[in-house]
């Protein structure tokens, strides 16, 4: 089965490839069909994952899978959150995402943060009964960069019980530890009821 994955970015589309085809589901990036990204103005990871599925559901008329992600960090009252993307601002940079962390918790002694994913999949865009998985990952943030893999804020994501960072970690442990393969996993097991389901219209 073919569906769309409602983002731009190549670090997504190989984790969510990498987990999702031996399960039968071959995932293409909406950049293939042409799919203007869809505005996130929303406070929480479920309504913007939401609002991107039906998004790109409605203009390939395929079904849709969206997760909207960020990094909370309780010192900073859980920013950067669902501005984690474009923390620093216009035009989002990894870089300048990480340096404006690290300077907002340059005096801090509580370095917790954890990752968030929410997964919204739908079979059309007025899927009246969209599958939602969510998973977490817990670590802290480091003082320097280590690693050259991942993605986003990676570099400096310490995982405790293991010594090494989210770039450290070799592909196939991240997506078996991280909140994205938690979540993916969760939705995984409910595919195939979910989508043999006919969702009910009346009340």
């Known amino acids: 089965m073919r569906i769309v994955l409602a983002s731009g970015n190549p670090g997504k589309l190989r984790e969510f490839s990498a987990l999702l ?18 505005a996130e103005p929303h406070h929480t990871f479920v309504e913007n994952a939401l609002a991107k599925a039906r998004h ?10 969206a997760d909207d992600s960020g990094l909370c960090v309780p010192a900073l009252g859980g920013a950067p959150g669902v501005y984690s993307a474009r923390f620093a601002g216009e035009p989002c940079s990894d870089e ?7 300077e907002r918790l340059a005096d801090v002694a509580d370095r917790r943060a954890f990752y968030v ?11 009246p009964f969209p599958l939602i998985s ?22 400096y994501f310490v995982l405790r019980e293991m010594g090494q960072t989210g770039a450290e970690l070799a592909p196939e442990l ?8 938690s979540a993916l996993r969760h939705l995984i097991a409910r ?11 009346d009340s």
């Open 96 to 102: 300048r995402n990480n340096a404006l962390l690290l």
């Open 134 to 155: 969510d998973g977490e990952w817990h670590g802290e943030i480091g003082f320097e960069p280590r690693g050259s893999g991942g993605f986003g804020y990676d570099p």
């Open 117 to 127: 994913c929410v997964l919204v999949m739908v079979r059309h865009p007025d899927d």
């Open 21 to 38: 085809e031996p399960h039968g589901l071959e995932v293409l990036p909406q950049s293939q069909f042409n799919v203007p990204e869809c």
């Open 174 to 181: 991240k997506n078996a530890l991280s909140h994205r393969g």
């Open 56 to 65: 790109a559901a409605g203009i390939t008329g395929l079904p849709a899978l």
């Open 191 to 201: 595919l195939p009821e979910w989508f043999a389901e006919t969702p009910r219209t």
